[in-house]
């Protein structure tokens, strides 16, 4: 539709999540229409970032070296664990400023549909964290919908031999909705409300 390199960006841009093909144009166009030295910092940014960033060695979480800055932190409590899917749910949950502990990243959640099982996702290296680094607490965050609660429920039955107390947040969060889209208001009522999971 549009010359070569001009498609090409548009193609590359709507593959990104959110954006489809209006947008990918909008922002196509921008960029056309910006400073040579502008869509190079741009450019550039998104290659550093692809060169220097990599997943914590503890917890998964995006990190520059080799943990993240959490869990580097000696004022967070190492005793509590708040396990997440991705990175990005961290941040939700740091705006709440409710929680002072670690992190765990899963890298997803159970869908036996879409061929992603226990082997696929970070939970092996949790059970080996909770008794080498004295964990009392994995609270699961993991989001509200059916393949959340799934992994919420492995998780609590994995967790049960190892003398770990394993709470799930609270209600306050929409069943089948994402942490990306919930308000620090309802998400810090959740996780100070967490319950057991039995």
């Known amino acids: 539709m549009f010359a070569g ?3 090409r960006v548009i ?5 990104l999540p959110g954006v489809g093909q209006k947008s990918a144009q909008r922002l196509a166009f921008h960029l056309l229409m910006t400073e040579e030295a502008d869509a190079g910092r741009l450019a550039q940014a998104i290659l550093d970032m692809k060169a220097q960033v990599h997943s914590c060695e503890r917890c998964f979480n995006v990190a520059a070296g080799t943990e993240c800055a959490i869990c580097l932190d000696p004022k967070r409590d190492h005793t509590v664990v708040c396990v997440v899917e991705r990175p990005q749910d961290i941040v939700v949950i ?3 400023q409710e929680f002072k502990g670690r992190y765990h990243v899963l890298g997803g959640a159970l869908s036996p549909i879409t061929g992603i099982g226990a082997s696929q996702l970070h939970i092996a290296e949790l059970l080996e964290r909770v008794p080498a680094e004295g964990i009392e607490e994995v609270i699961v965050a993991t989001n509200p919908t059916v393949e959340g609660d799934t992994t919420a429920m492995y998780l609590a039955r994995e ?3 190892l003398s770990v107390r394993v709470t799930r947040l609270a209600s306050g969060l929409p ?3 994402d942490l990306d889209y919930a308000d620090e208001i309802t ?3 959740a996780l100070a409300g967490r319950r057991e999971i039995h």
């Open 187 to 189: 998400l810090g009522r």
């Open 94 to 96: 740091e705006r709440t």
């Open 175 to 177: 069943v089948g909705g």
């Open 11 to 15: 193609d590359e841009l709507s593959r």
């Open 159 to 161: 967790l049960g031999d």
């Open 5 to 7: 390199p001009i498609q």
